[in-house]
């Protein structure tokens, strides 16, 4: 049992340095980095004290306690996916708003760029 809570504890810790060392290279934004280092802490602290998932499991009435871990391991991807389904919606509102400024900008400086156009023309043929 101490070489799996060892094992587990070394796992958790070096998830974190993982993700730490990702968010200092800049390939993970702060906000997803937090909640993988909490991820990866309560891996730690649960590898370190299994006994915690059976205490939990027991308080809310799971027979078999790692049912309990599936559970909210289940749970906290479910709802990472979600989290990222949104931000990808609004990025994509964003990207659409931004394309139609352009396009505005694009329509209202034509009739601008073709003056400066027919000015310089009219100006290197006299």
Same mark, same amino acid.
């Given at each position: 049992?101490?070489?799996?809570?060892?094992?587990?504890?070394?796992?958790?810790?070096?998830?974190?340095?993982?993700?730490?060392?990702?968010?200092?290279?800049?390939?993970?934004? $702060?906000?997803?980095? !937090?909640?993988? &280092?909490?991820? %990866?802490?309560? #891996?730690? /602290?649960?590898?370190?004290?299994?006994?915690?998932?059976?205490?939990?499991?027991?308080?809310?009435?799971?027979?078999?306690?790692?049912?309990?871990?599936? $559970?909210?391991?289940? !749970?906290?991807? &479910?709802?990472? %996916?979600?989290? #990222?389904? /949104?931000?990808?919606?609004?990025?994509?509102?964003?990207?659409?708003?931004?394309?139609?400024?352009?396009?505005?900008?694009?329509?209202?400086?034509?009739?601008?760029?073709?003056?400066?156009?027919?000015?310089?023309?009219?100006?290197?043929?006299?």
């Amino acid at each position: 049992m101490a070489q799996l809570q060892i094992t587990t504890s070394l796992l958790g810790i070096g998830l974190a340095v993982f993700i730490l060392y990702l968010l200092r290279r800049d390939h993970l934004h $702060l906000v997803h980095g !937090l909640f993988w &280092i909490g991820v %990866a802490a309560c #891996a730690a /602290i649960l590898g370190l004290w299994p006994g915690v998932t059976d205490l939990l499991a027991r308080t809310f009435g799971f027979a078999y306690p790692p049912a309990l871990a599936l $559970l909210l391991g289940m !749970l906290l991807l &479910i709802i990472k %996916a979600l989290h #990222a389904d /949104i931000q990808s919606t609004q990025l994509k509102r964003e990207l659409k708003r931004l394309n139609q400024r352009i396009a505005m900008i694009e329509v209202q400086s034509e009739p601008m760029n073709a003056r400066s156009d027919t000015a310089l023309f009219t100006e290197s043929h006299d």
